[in-house]
């Protein structure tokens, strides 16, 4: 197909198409009189180039995404927009501290939050990439609102970045790839989101979580015991994580690092231990609620 053609199909400028013929995006190939000869394969990359550009989604970003058979780098570019959005909302919060009377000294602790909120949490994103990456940020991110207004927060914080600088990489057999990325591929923000608050709803009350959900509980006990769910990819992908966190120094370094600079999160493990305890008390056999959710 010629570049008019494909203009018209697309919804992109000549001058578009011809900048990202440049940058690599596509190959067409090229007629002996010098036209080139876009493929059904091109012309869609360029619709999907077309619609992502819209989106804000940068060049670089976007090669990536049209070479992933997954949509993992989409749901990865998804949490960093939401990041984005999160920041932007508390820049405009700042913004209207100072319009309130606040002083420039004043918010500049805020400020220091706001930078070191980001670094760390866009650090766990590329720490950890796929979904397990989106839950850890998000998870986390809540918990990074905090000014850092210690030598001792100040020197957890450099722990932290140091830790995920040079965390291993987290390797899967193609088959459990495979699964997890099935298994999660339509898994966005706002489902990430809505488990960590039932997450925080039941640690705030175990009692009544407990309670209203033992029929549950017993029903995932008996098959986590089950000969089933021990051959299946869930138990071989949780065991591989378990040995990764422990090898990695995540349980070592990283949370108890945590831990010393954000109080929010300090008081999040002191409700999740309670929890841990009645369930244990309940259930003796089962699994502790922290070892799927810290």
């Known amino acids: 197909m010629l570049i008019n053609q494909v203009s018209k199909t697309t919804g992109l400028t000549k001058k578009a198409i011809e900048y990202y013929t440049s940058q690599g995006l596509v190959s067409p190939s090229v007629f002996d009189n010098g036209y080139r000869d ?81 670094t760390i949490t866009e650090k766990l994103l590329d720490a950890f990439p796929g979904y397990y990456g989106r839950f850890v940020c998000l998870h986390f991110a809540r918990f990074l609102n905090e000014p850092i207004r210690t030598r001792n927060q100040q020197t957890a914080y450099e722990t932290i970045v140091t830790f995920l600088d040079n965390v291993p990489a987290l390797n899967l057999t193609e088959e459990l790839q495979e699964y997890l990325i099935e298994g999660t591929k339509h898994i966005g ?48 992908i949780t065991e591989l994580l378990k040995e990764f966190n422990n090898a990695s120094g995540y349980y070592d370094v990283f949370i108890p690092a945590l831990k010393q600079l954000s109080s929010s999160y300090a008081e999040y493990c002191e409700s999740l231990e309670t929890a841990n305890e009645k369930l244990l008390a309940q259930y003796p056999e089962i699994s502790k609620i922290s070892n799927w959710n810290e």
Request: glycine share 2%; proline share 2%.
């Open 38 to 118: 876009y493929s059904e394969n091109d012309v869609e990359a360029l619709s999907k180039i077309f619609v992502l550009r819209r989106l804000d989604i940068g060049t670089d970003e976007i090669k990536t995404v049209l070479s992933d058979k997954s949509n993992t780098v989409l749901q990865v570019v998804s949490v960093r927009k939401e990041l984005q959005l999160q920041r932007e909302a508390a820049k405009r919060a700042i913004l209207d501290q100072l319009s309130s009377g606040k002083t420039f000294g004043e918010i500049v602790e805020n400020l220091r939050t706001l930078e070191n909120s980001k």
């Open 189 to 236: 923000t706002e489902q990430i989101k809505d488990i960590v608050e039932s997450t925080r709803k039941s640690i705030e009350n175990p009692d009544n979580f407990l309670s209203a959900n033992k029929e549950v509980l017993e029903q995932y006990l008996a098959y986590k015991q089950s000969e089933e769910y021990k051959k299946s990819p869930a138990f071989k």
